[in-house]
C-alpha cells in the first residue's frame, strides 16, 4: 500500500487549495478512504471520510461547509477541496485507508497566513 499526497502550501485566510492522495498497490475502489490533519502540538484529528463508492461522506464539524472529500476510482486519486481558509486549518494533512491495518502517506503541509 502506497499513498502520496500532493497539493499543499502557503496560502491566505480566506483562500483555497486542493489536496490529492494518490494511492496503489490495493483496489482503491474497494476502501473508505479518509483525511487526517494535525497541528503542532495538537491530536491527529479525523477531517473527512468517503466511502468507497463516493456515494456517502462524513466531515468533521470544524470543515462542514468549507471542505469537500472527493475520489476518483478510476485514478486511484482522493482529494481535499479546502475553501475559506483560515489559521486554524494551519496543518499536516495525511490521507489514510484501513487494510487489515492503518496505512499512512507523508503528509502535505498546509498553511494558512496572511
Known amino acids: 500500500v502506497h499513498l502520496v499526497e500532493s497539493g499543499g502550501g502557503l496560502v491566505q485566510p480566506g483562500g483555497s487549495l486542493r489536496l490529492s492522495c494518490a494511492a496503489s498497490?490495493?483496489?482503491?475502489?474497494?476502501?473508505?478512504m479518509r483525511w487526517y490533519r494535525q497541528a503542532p502540538g495538537k491530536e491527529r484529528e479525523l477531517v473527512a471520510r468517503?466511502?468507497?463508492?463516493?456515494?456517502?461522506?462524513d466531515y468533521a464539524d470544524s470543515v462542514k461547509g468549507r471542505f469537500t472529500i472527493s475520489r476518483d476510482n478510476a485514478k486511484n486519486t482522493v482529494y481535499l477541496q479546502m475553501d475559506s481558509l483560515t489559521p486554524e486549518d494551519t496543518a499536516v494533512y495525511s490521507c489514510?485507508?484501513?487494510?487489515?491495518?492503518?496505512?499512512w502517506g507523508q503528509g502535505t503541509q498546509v498553511t494558512v497566513s496572511s
Open positions: 468517503i466511502s468507497s463508492g463516493g456515494g456517502s461522506t
Open positions: 489514510n485507508v484501513f487494510r487489515s491495518r492503518e496505512y
Open positions: 498497490g490495493f483496489t482503491f475502489s474497494s476502501y473508505t
